[in-house]
């Protein structure tokens, strides 16, 4: 299971772009890379998944550089709304899949 | 995207009595169910693979007699914690793994999660 390193906190203004980096330098040929999003008392709600290059949806966008690496969670426009704790997670695409959760990144938000 | 929901979202119990959570896929089927644990400002914990007709899997360090799973349909797992103590309280999430179609890869949806205080 590949392994993944984020910073521990990040704070921002409403209105700002933030961008979240996480790092994943054993990851594997078949790993897809899920950001997840947690609000206090709730369970993970998934974000976006990529492979590689570059993924958006309503939300976020997903940047994977070609050595996948490492990849950036860039979330438009914050509003205090976002203020949570975002996971980012790699694991196979088929098959028995088991999420190991890193420490994530706790975002705080502020007017 | 899928749905995922638990029950109950709280409960409270007295110390030495057994508490069932129930987890459903509501318009997936779902062959295999996870457990987490956490505990405030942690992360999730995962506990245990539940895999339908079969024995769950457990994580190191985690009682297969204490806390129960039963996969019984493709859209329900059950997690009874048996014979609770104080330090089992905790917030209890599930996840249920989504296959991917047309050659997609395949996600994990979580439910909102059951918190379990224990008196």
């Known amino acids: 299971l590949a392994k993944t390193t984020q910073p521990i906190s990040m704070d921002s203004y409403e209105g700002q772009e933030v961008n979240i980096t996480c790092s994943h330098n054993?990851?594997?040929?078949?790993?897809?890379i899920t950001w997840y999003q947690q609000f206090p008392s709730q369970g993970p709600r998934f974000i976006i998944q990529?492979?590689?290059t570059k993924v958006t949806n309503e939300v976020a966008s997903l940047f994977i550089p070609a050595d996948r690496k490492s990849s950036t969670l860039s979330l438009p426009r914050v509003s205090l709304s976002d203020t949570a704790v975002y996971y980012c997670l790699v694991g196979v695409d088929t098959g028995f899949q088991k999420l190991v959760f890193g420490t994530g990144t706790r975002l705080l938000v502020s007017p | 995207g899928a749905v995922v929901s638990q029950h109950p979202s709280r409960v409270i119990c007295k110390s030495g009595t057994s508490v069932k959570i129930e987890c459903r896929s509501l318009d997936f089927q779902a062959t295999t169910m996870f457990w987490y644990r956490q505990f405030p400002k942690q992360s999730l914990m995962l506990m245990a693979t539940s895999n339908e007709g079969s024995k769950a899997t457990y994580e190191q360090g985690v009682e297969k007699d204490k806390f129960l799973i039963n996969h019984a349909s493709l859209t329900l797992s059950t997690l009874t914690v048996t014979s609770a103590h104080p330090e089992d309280s905790s917030f209890y999430i599930c996840?249920?793994?989504?296959?991917?179609?047309?050659?997609?890869?395949?996600?994990?949806?979580f439910g909102p999660g059951t918190r379990l205080t224990v008196l």
């Open positions: 996840s249920a793994r989504d296959l991917g179609g047309a050659g997609g890869p395949d996600t994990q949806y």
């Open positions: 054993n990851i594997a040929t078949n790993d897809y």
């Open positions: 990529g492979y590689k």
